[in-house]
């Protein structure tokens, strides 16, 4: 394989919403929903799930996630993931356009990937207000008259994702400042859509219209890193994602990200992972 498939919302959605209740059993007789989520992929579109019961193992950009019981998630768009294993899972997912995802809401996000933790457990209250929000944009989606129910199933779906997000600024133990946040995720959006051509932390600041050492504040605060280790660790990420689930060389996924010296990026490499490419392909393929 040399590269990793993307998935579209138009492709599985015209609306932009796609909602899937999963009961127990499902998983293991659905083919067509195992073969969504058990191949290697990434999405345009975040994609919330509500455990309700059951046991699932999922891989999200190398970190491995074993969820049991009750449990609400998010795989963000551009993650590469897919599923291990499920058993007698029951539950819901949505999968949502990230143009219904409102930017307040999206800060909150960027602060779950920042932790490093997409799943919650939320408490008895949320989780009878998540019960109840999926079971009402279920009814709306499934209603004999989708022409006049699309505008309540829109409303529904987007503020479904911000109780969602409300859940987990709740979850959260930093208070960050609104203005830093909001520019550290306009920085952050911009690399993953221009890490191929942008490499600077000046040139961000300056597609952002603010000084390098603004940028570099507002980032460092917000992440406890300066602009130049994400833009360094974006390509990084990338280029792991590439060795295992590709087989491209070393030399062509350097060149895919931007660099032309392969031996400069082979460096970079070594520097943030702490061994060389070939290595981690290596190790990481056993």
Same mark, same amino acid.
């Given at each position: ?27 293991? @007789? ?58 007698n899972v029951s539950g819901w997912a ?59 199933v829109y409303a529904l ?14 979850? @959260? ?114």
């Open positions: 394989m040399n590269q990793i498939p993307t998935h579209q919302i138009h492709e599985i959605s015209t609306s932009g919403i796609v909602l899937k209740h999963v009961r127990e059993g499902d998983a293991a @007789q659905n083919g067509e929903l195992v073969l969504h989520v058990s191949e290697v992929h990434r999405d345009n579109y975040y994609v919330f799930f509500f455990l309700e019961s059951g046991d699932v193992r999922m891989l999200v950009d190398f970190k491995e996630y074993h969820i049991r019981d009750t449990a609400l998630g998010c795989v963000f768009p551009g993650q590469v993931h897919h599923w291990i294993a499920s058993d949505m999968c949502l356009d990230a143009t219904f995802v409102k930017d307040e809401w999206k800060e909150i996000f960027e602060t779950v990937l920042i932790s490093g933790n997409s799943v919650v457990v939320p408490d008895t209250g949320a989780l009878r207000d998540l019960r109840f929000c999926f079971e009402l944009l279920d009814r709306k989606m499934q209603s004999a008259d989708r022409l006049s129910a699309q505008h309540t779906a987007i503020a479904l994702s911000g109780i969602i997000a409300e859940m987990y600024r709740q979850h @959260q133990t930093k208070v960050f400042n609104k203005r830093l946040m909001s520019i550290t995720l306009q920085f952050k959006t911009l690399i993953a859509s221009r890490l191929k051509t942008v490499k600077s932390p000046a040139s961000y600041a300056s597609l952002l219209h603010i000084s390098p050492a603004y940028l570099n504040e507002a980032v460092k605060k917000t992440t406890g890193f300066p602009a130049g280790y994400w833009i360094q660790s974006a390509a990084v990420l990338e280029a792991k994602r590439l060795l295992f689930y590709t087989d491209r060389s070393i030399r062509e996924i350097a060149f895919e990200l931007g660099y032309d010296d392969h031996t400069y990026f082979t460096r970079l490499f070594t520097k943030l992972s702490g061994i060389p490419p070939s290595l981690f392909r290596t190790n990481y393929r056993k």
